[in-house]
């Protein structure tokens, strides 16, 4: 299935008796703290496994296990897509993309260290290039055996200018960090740019979402900027206009820092003055080891407690329910599922040393 063949969908009423299943696959926050009980890997796959239908793991490593997850959840992805009306699918389109964006930055680098087309293909996930239609494109790009060839293969594509202004980069400095940045600020402003083509009620609860991914994307660039001593011109090129919590000013200000300490007190501050945040800021502790992390859930906290729905309308119901298990299935994997998995094989490490 690809997102122009799934069946037409008439309206949200059908969208939403389907979401009640797949609402199920969330894990709550008591599911969530049972994972700090489990000590094993196995028994921490197979607990999982619940939530991740048709979940196969090939090997007990963090890749092998990251990828599997990711795919299971593209699969759920492709069920929301069969099940949603028209414009719901445009943003579905829209939001894939990141993995498609994965799949190119994972063939770029494979190409940059010489590895085979076979390694090159183990890295790509092909099931998010069915759902969008772009099979041939990914499997002709991870054939490709040099940058020259990658970079005039992209030229009819929306990657085109981002692709040869990060290799040219990248062969200036052998930096990859700015190709990536580009390829990621392209995925967020493609998706500011599509939200004219939903409906309102789509706009009322996907506008603040772009919002807070997109504040967070400019939050880790900067992070991320600090600590690899990117230039601040080159950083303020690649920070995306979007706001939420940090204006312009911030922004600017954060990016001329120079030490990551300075950073997380200045941000901590600013957020502080924020009455929205202010009370889940002084209730929660920010992990500073992890610290962007701390700062998306306090985010996601944020943006669930404005789109908690009331009403009795329908349509805002079902478009709750789709971002929902989108967020936060993206969340477990990554904020909770993955560091989780680290402890414990850095657990098992130092017992074996």
Known sequence: MNLTSAIEVPSYAFTL???????QLIMDENTLH?????????????????????????????EDIEKALFHTYI????????ISPKTMRLF???????????????????????????????????????????????????????????????????????????????????EVFVLEAFLD??????????????????????????KYISEIYNLRLIYRGIKNNIDKNLLLQLVLDEYLFINEKILKKLVNLEDIDEFNDILIQHLRTKKELKSSLILSSLDLEHFIWSIEKLYLNYYFKILEIKSADIEFQAIYKILEVLIKKDKEIRLYILPKLVNIM????????
């Open 34 to 62: 049972k994972l700090d009980e489990i000590t094993d890997i196995k028994q921490f796959i197979e607990f999982i496994s619940m939530f991740y239908p048709g979940l196969i793991i090939k090997s007990y490593n963090i």
């Open 75 to 82: 699969k759920l992805i492709g069920r929301i897509v069969y």
């Open 185 to 210: 600020q392209l995925y967020y402003n493609n998706l500011k740019d599509e939200i004219k083509f939903l409906t309102q009620k789509e706009k009322v609860m996907i506008i603040p979402f772009v």
């Open 346 to 353: 850095f657990d098992k490490y130092k017992l074996l040393k």
């Open 92 to 174: 579905l389109r829209n939001y894939l993309m990141k993995y498609e964006i994965m799949n190119i930055k994972h063939v770029i680098l494979g190409t940059i260290l010489g590895i085979s087309i076979e390694e090159k293909s183990s890295m790509v996930n092909l099931l998010v290039e069915k759902y969008l239609d772009n099979t041939d494109f990914m499997k002709d790009l991870i054939e490709i055996p040099s940058l020259e060839e990658i970079q005039l293969y992209m030229k009819p594509t929306l990657y085109n200018k981002v692709i040869r202004e990060g290799i040219l980069y990248f062969r200036k400095t052998n």
């Open 17 to 23: 008796i389907k979401m009640g299943f797949l609402k």
